[in-house]
Each structure stands twice: as C-alpha cells, then as structure tokens.
Nanobody, 125 residues
Framework: QLQACGGGLVQAGESLRLSCAFS????????MGWFRQAPGKEREFVAA????????YYADSVKGRGAISRRSAEKATYLQLNNLKPEDTAVYYC????????????????????WGQGTLVTVSR
C-alpha cells in the first residue's frame, strides 16, 4: 500500500516536497516512481528511482527542477519540486514497480503494479 502526501497550494517559483509511504515488505525490491495527472489530461510520468537509489530518471518537464530520493529505513520515497510552474498543477501519484528495468523503461507507466491515492499540487501565478 502506498500513501502520498505533501501536496498543497503554492505560488509559482516556490518549492514543494512530496512524500510517499510504503506499507509492506520488500521496499528495496521496488522501483519507485512519481506520476501526475493534470485536469483534463492523461496521467504522465514525472520521476523514478531504482531499488538502491543510485539510478534516477526524470521527465523532461521536471529535469533540473525535480529530485527524487528514497530512504530504506523509513520505506519512503520523496519528490522535491523546485521553481514550480502553473503547469505543474496536478494530482501527483506515487507508484511501485517490481520489474527489472532501468533508464527510460522506469518511466513506463504500465510497469507499475501498485499506486497510491494521489496528492494535489496547485501552483498559482
């Protein structure tokens, strides 16, 4: 089970840190990813991090502004978003992927087996 939190209303240019709590065993066997869905749009990939936390992959839309990380002891995954833009407004979802993939394949939504409920991020101008 995944529980995402940390969303809220922020102004453009500000930062936000999203958290995702993982319930259950074998956290370290999952690739963890963040996705988002803006109103009226399809869900899209944001960032992913591999089992050991040493490989990350980002969507172009957040590259240079986002940072994904994980802490095994806490079974938690984080997404730091800086210099937020109104187009970052969306519901953000964390997800877990148990497949042995790396690089660009970590951004494949169909590879994720478990999803959290989402947390809303609203960025005002």
């Amino acid at each position: 089970q995944l529980q995402a939190c940390g969303g809220g209303l922020v102004q453009a240019g500000e930062s936000l840190r999203l958290s995702c709590a993982f319930s259950g065993d074998s956290f370290n066997t999952y690739i963890m990813g963040w996705f988002r869905q803006a109103p009226g749009k399809e869900r899209e990939f944001v960032a992913a991090i591999n089992w050991g936390g040493y490989t990350t992959y980002y969507a172009d839309s957040v590259k240079g502004r986002g940072a994904i990380s994980r802490r095994s002891a806490e079974k938690a995954t984080y997404l730091q978003l800086n210099n937020l833009k109104p187009e970052d407004t969306a519901v953000y979802y964390c997800a877990a992927n148990r497949r042995f993939v790396t690089g660009q394949l970590m951004g494949n939504m169909s590879g994720y087996d478990y999803w959290g409920q989402g947390t809303l991020v609203t960025v005002s101008r």
